[in-house]
T-cell receptor
């Protein structure tokens, strides 16, 4: 596989469920990111990992918990979400200095019911 | 003021038209600039980087004006397949000169090209 792979593509979960989103990159990049895209809003940065260390948490509620076990894998653990958390969650990767831009995964479309 | 501002459109143009998108950014320390394209319900994909001298890639021309903190994208001879949302993206470096490693996205400009 090449590029950035995200699973699952679609997820419907109840407010009391616990689920995880997975991201894997095969590009040899050292930085990975979680972004949230809600309808009619710009992409919102959630978390940044450089060399598997978290370097930014953009005031994200604790019901979102990231995990980066190595430079190629990134998870987003979800628990007790709210309906307003329904959105497209995008993973991206880059070199640590992303002067070449990011490569995005296809995203997970999350619906909280 | 938003870090990256774009006219959301939508722009509706006929095939063959020339269309221009504008973007302004607020952080004067910004160092690298990009245009991304996002199709409906898909992920953003890099369209082109934007260089200080301006650059062209086929029908697409990007310009950067650092003094005015302004970026533009010109699309010539529009095709139906150009219909998408175009995202202006800025990477800012900190005072130490190292990149934050994060890109800031504008809200996007919607383009629809019709027959």
């Amino acid at each position: 596989e090449t590029g950035v792979t995200q699973t699952p593509r679609h997820l419907v979960m109840g407010m009391t469920n616990k689920k995880s989103l997975k991201c894997e990159q095969h590009l040899g990049h050292n930085a990975m990111y979680w972004y949230k895209q809600s309808a009619k809003k710009p992409l919102e940065l959630m978390f940044v990992y450089n060399f598997k260390e978290q370097t930014e948490n953009n005031s994200v509620p604790s019901r979102f918990s990231p995990e980066c076990p190595n430079s190629s894998h990134l998870f987003l653990h979800l628990h007790t979400l709210q309906p307003e958390d329904s959105a497209l969650y995008l993973c991206a990767s880059s070199q640590v200095h992303p002067d070449g831009g990011y490569t995005f995964g296809s995203g997970t479309r999350l619906t909280v019911v | 003021r938003k870090e990256v501002e774009q006219d959301p459109g939508p722009f509706n143009v006929p095939e063959g038209a020339t269309v221009a998108f504008n973007c302004t950014y607020s952080n004067s320390a910004s160092q690298s600039f990009f245009w991304y394209r996002q199709d409906c319900r898909k992920e953003p994909k890099l369209l082109m980087s934007v260089y200080s001298s301006g650059n062209e890639d086929g029908r697409f021309t990007a310009q950067l004006n650092r003094a005015s903190q302004y970026i533009s994208l010109l699309i010539r001879d529009s095709k139906l397949s150009d219909s998408a949302t175009y995202l202006c993206v800025v990477n800012s470096r900190n005072a130490g000169g190292t990149s934050y490693g994060k890109l800031t996205f504008g809200q996007g400009t919607i383009l629809t090209v019709h027959p």
